[in-house]
């Protein structure tokens, strides 16, 4: 309880920082909104000339991108820390961190909170009620979906900033895989096959992050959500450990390659 207490300290902190100046807070919620609004657009155009790609039709789309979309909005806005932690440890930040009780890679998160991610998540569940074509039945998937979700997406973007322990260029690197992460799961699951298939469950856990909680709410059962909820146990653990070796090589004062 007092490690939750002090998290949330300090990510209520966070977000305070983040509604301090109201017109850019504004501008990043609203544009985040809209950018959202334009992608369904564009996949409603689509659907007008395809009705179905793979068995996969609008409302498995809008499925797809509600709990996509409220995942990206949660973690930005509890985890905002995430989004640039390889340069948090490239610049030497986590030396206070070591000199405070508690563990570290908590703080890290929580010192960050994303102004436009409030955008996700006012048009996350939006697209989910509208399109998605639930009912009041099936919110535990839903929150289920999306609790797991959120935890692979993190756990991911943790393991790849943790490169910039042993790697003085990881900054923009991890970056570009927590992006290329997120835009392999805004796909129908049904494009995938072979190596992308592979990709897609695996070194970049799009199928896992998007794919599997809609499995879990197109079909669901006690096999789906031992997918999910096993796999977000998994990638959480990969990226407590990869943490926790780079952290022991930070305290010993190595230095990252260039």
Known sequence: MRFLSTYAALIGAAIRTSLADRANF???AVGMMVNNGFFLLLWFL?????????????SDL?????????MVGVSGVFFGGYRDMAATILRGEPDGLLTQPGPVLPRLLARDSIASAWGDLATGPL????FGGLSIGSLPAVL??????????????????????????????ARDLTDFTLLFSTYPGSIYSGMTKVIAYTVLPAGFIVLAPVRLLREPGWETLAV???????YAAIAAGVFALGLRRY????APAA
Do not use: E, H
């Not at 305290?251 to 190595?254: F, K, M, Q």
């Open 26 to 28: 504004l501008l990043q």
């Open 46 to 58: 689509f659907f007008a000339g395809f009705r179905s790609v793979g068995g996969w039709g609008l």
């Open 62 to 70: 809008a499925r797809l991108l509600g709990v996509g979309v409220t």
């Open 127 to 130: 697209i989910m009620i509208s």
């Open 144 to 173: 289920t979906g999306i609790a797991a979700a959120t935890v692979i997406y993190v756990s991911a973007a943790v393991t790849f900033a943790s490169m910039a322990f042993w790697i003085a260029g990881a900054r923009s690197f």
């Open 228 to 234: 999910v909820i096993g796999s977000s146990a998994a």
């Open 251 to 254: 305290r010993r004062g190595a």
